[in-house]
């Protein structure tokens, strides 16, 4: 993939997408899994 | 009857607030209805006066709101032709691609304020779709992730890059192997006309996902 190209090129037609990936299954599955320990840890007190 | 033009009202940012409210709804229910994350994540909100699923972790609500901070412009100016959830397989070759093809008419009849009431009321249609597409889908392989693409124009690259968010969100220009699908099957959704926008959304899937 190459990045933007600089205004003075042609017009044609582009598919863009972010550099950047979107959080991963694993690590929003460790984000949930601790959110419901503390969530469980708050209703027992 | 009065007919405007897109300069008017700054009528390209109202569709592009509009279009960019429903597009984040309709990329959470996507990752809801095809698994691409754990169901726990996602909690019932109210939108379009139904009920959606829409993701509560903060840095995927964040990447979704920064990519379509970056397209705002994009279809602010009438240069965004498709937007495209796609859904990768863990080798990050595409199985599934959501396209919703947007098109706005150059001059704008408006009749009444009834207006975006009536663009809500075909946006919920939409919704209502994608709510049951795993219906008329295959599932997915374990350990799919998405990106969204935007179709474009070399020169509206330009709208895109004065955005703020630009700078620590960067795009670039997808390869062959991150949109191409050998021979999809072509599943229509949903299509609407209205006074501001046009739009069709369609999945091309994958015929041998694994």
Known sequence: ??????????????????????????????????RRQYESLQNRR | MATLTRQD?????????????????????????????????????????????MSCHPDLNQYIQ??????????EKNDAEKVVVVIVDKDHRPVERFVFEIC???????????????????????ILKISVCDAVLTTNPPGCSFSVLVHTRDAATRNMEKVQVMKDFPWIVA??????????????????TSDIIKMQLYVEERAQKT
């Open chain 2, 175 to 192: 390869d062959e192997q991150e949109v191409h699908m050998k021979e999809p099957r072509l599943v229509p959704l949903k299509s609407m």
């Open chain 2, 9 to 53: 009202l700054n009528f390209g940012q109202v569709v592009a607030d509009v279009l960019c409210e429903f597009l984040e709804v309709a990329v959470h229910l996507i990752l809801y209805v095809r698994e691409v994350y754990p169901s726990g994540i996602f909690q019932k909100r109210k939108k379009y006066n139904i009920p959606v699923q």
């Open chain 1, 1 to 34: 993939a190459e990045g933007l190209a600089p205004s003075s090129v042609s017009n044609k037609k582009v598919i863009l997408l972010p550099c950047r990936n979107p959080p991963s299954r694993e690590r929003v599955q460790l984000w949930l899994e601790a």
């Open chain 2, 66 to 75: 920064d990519t379509l901070l970056c397209i705002k412009p994009l279809i």
């Open chain 2, 104 to 126: 706005q008419p150059p001059l704008l009849s408006i009749s009444s304020d009834s207006l975006l009431s009536h663009v809500e009321q075909l946006l919920r249609a939409f």
